[in-house]
């Protein structure tokens, strides 16, 4: 199998996205519409006589450019259908990206060497319904939502785009400082790009019109995708992230059989997923450098 490089403006966006979209193996993050707000300069890998293709987001600051895993996303997919055979792909991936790269630092579904690092994501399937979705839950998961549910909470689903992220911004950006506003704008521009792709949902948890908790999912089909969220830190006592949550899912709950929680190998957002159901899926660290991006140590307390 030969594999011919594209730029950005050669790259078919239609047939592109249509795989994305057609493809659950395939995370959400690479759509076109995504890599074009996360990456600084993006181009792709395919395969010359199959529609079979790797995003290849790079830094051109660098001598010799750099290959890295832009924020916001959890892995670099292979993107094609999901009956297309793609290990032969994979392993010309491997000979192709240290001759293009001096440098890579990324995610992927597959590891470039014996010594790639195995990291965890969160997943639950299959699901049947809102009953198949609560089953899932812990103990101590049920009592928060039940907690919360006695407050007298509501959901406003794609209004007050602007105060949902800036609670976001507040909270995240006092537990990582490297987080900037342009990273927050950066999120703020997948929320409202994602929205015109009918793909995207901000959701507020409110009182007495007081946004209490955030979140940001992306659909596909029958796919749930948290991106982020966050909670004002009383109101995570209370339970305001569970609250959140299970309210979210009822609302989603007749249109999905998956919900990808996107992340993480932080224990205690790790924990959070699990505890509304989450089993651990494994993706890889690949690198061959030790020149750390800057996006990749915000990465890094993200996911």
Do not use: C
Request: proline fraction near 3%; aromatic fraction near 12%.
């Amino acid at each position: 199998m030969e594999l011919i490089y594209l730029k950005r403006d050669q790259i078919d966006t239609e047939k592109w996205n249509q795989l994305v979209n057609e493809n659950p193996k395939v995370s959400v993050s690479n759509f076109t519409w995504f890599l074009d707000i996360i990456s600084e300069k993006w181009g792709a890998y395919k395969a010359k006589n199959e529609d079979i293709y790797f995003p290849l987001p790079y830094l051109s600051g660098v001598k010799n450019k750099m290959l890295y895993q832009p924020i916001f996303s959890r892995v670099l997919s292979v993107v094609a259908s999901s009956e297309a055979n793609i290990q032969n792909f994979i392993g010309q991936l491997k000979e192709r990206i240290p001759k293009d790269f001096k440098h890579y630092w990324f995610h992927a579904d597959f590891p470039m060497q014996s010594n790639s690092t195995e990291r965890i994501y969160q997943k639950i399937e299959p699901l049947d319904g809102l009953e198949s979705i609560r089953s899932n839950y812990s103990t101590n998961a049920k009592r928060q939502i039940k907690k919360y549910a006695e407050s007298d909470s509501e959901l406003l689903i794609n209004s007050n785009i602007s105060e949902g992220v800036d609670l976001i911004k507040k909270v995240l950006g006092e537990k990582i400082p490297e987080l900037k506003n342009e990273q927050f704008e950066i999120l703020k521009k997948l929320v409202t790009t994602s929205m015109k792709e009918n793909g995207g949902f901000l959701i507020n948890l409110t009182q007495k019109s007081n946004i209490k908790a955030a979140a940001f999912f992306i659909k596909r089909d029958r796919d749930l995708v948290f991106i982020k969220g966050a909670a004002h830190e009383d109101e995570l006592k209370k339970g305001a992230m569970y609250g959140l949550m299970d309210q979210s899912f009822e609302h989603f709950s007749e249109q999905i059989t998956t919900i990808d929680f996107d992340g993480s190998n932080i224990e205690s957002v790790a924990e959070f997923y699990k505890r509304l159901g989450g089993k651990d899926h494994i993706y890889f660290e690949n690198k061959n450098t030790q020149k750390i991006p800057i996006q990749y140590s915000i990465i890094k307390n993200l996911f």
